[in-house]
């Protein structure tokens, strides 16, 4: 599989966002940014071959607005490095769920401090009791994260690019 997309960082080289590989050779043309590192092929035209970019860094200072991260099912995944949260064991997506530390039927509600992502062995375990109840503990205690890297077009951390994994972590 090749990924023919381009990692985008900040001034400071942190992962902004995953960008088309033509929008980031138009801002390499006009100066908006410099390439860090490019992918094994090239893009063609007429007369002339450029490596495809990878990833490049901004050359100013963007003006953002203060950071909001999302509650989601795939941002609480990246928060907890897709790790079930009681035994350890990294899953993919689909071997995940979200539990409630403090059960729904407690009263818990679902918020980035009561959510923790769990294997399914280890949710059915827990079932509606507190952590404490059915006997588990937790190896991280949930908080909303002030900032998550990138969405990767939900590639597995196996089909990351080599070239974007050095910026990503």
């Not at 909303?144 to 990767?152: E, V």
């Amino acid at each position: 599989m090749i990924v023919r997309d381009t990692l985008l960082l900040d001034l400071s080289y942190r992962p902004v966002k995953v960008i088309p590989w033509q929008r980031a050779l138009c801002m390499h043309f006009v100066g908006k940014v410099e390439v860090l590192s490019a992918h094994e092929w090239h893009v063609h035209s007429v007369k002339l071959s450029y490596p495809a970019p990878a990833v490049v860094r901004l050359l100013r200072r963007q003006v953002t607005r203060p950071l909001h991260v999302r509650f989601s099912r795939e941002n609480v995944y990246l928060r907890d490095n897709h790790k079930c949260q009681y035994c350890g064991v990294r899953c993919g997506p689909r071997e995940l769920t979200l539990d409630h530390v403090v059960p729904r039927s407690g009263g818990g509600k679902t918020t980035w401090k009561n959510v923790v992502t769990a294997c399914v062995a280890c949710n059915r375990k827990k079932g509606r009791d507190s952590p404490e109840q059915a006997g588990m503990r937790l190896r991280a205690v949930p908080q909303k994260p002030a900032w998550l890297a990138p969405r990767l077009l939900n590639l597995g951390e196996e089909q990351v690019p080599p070239v974007w994994r050095d910026w990503l972590h």
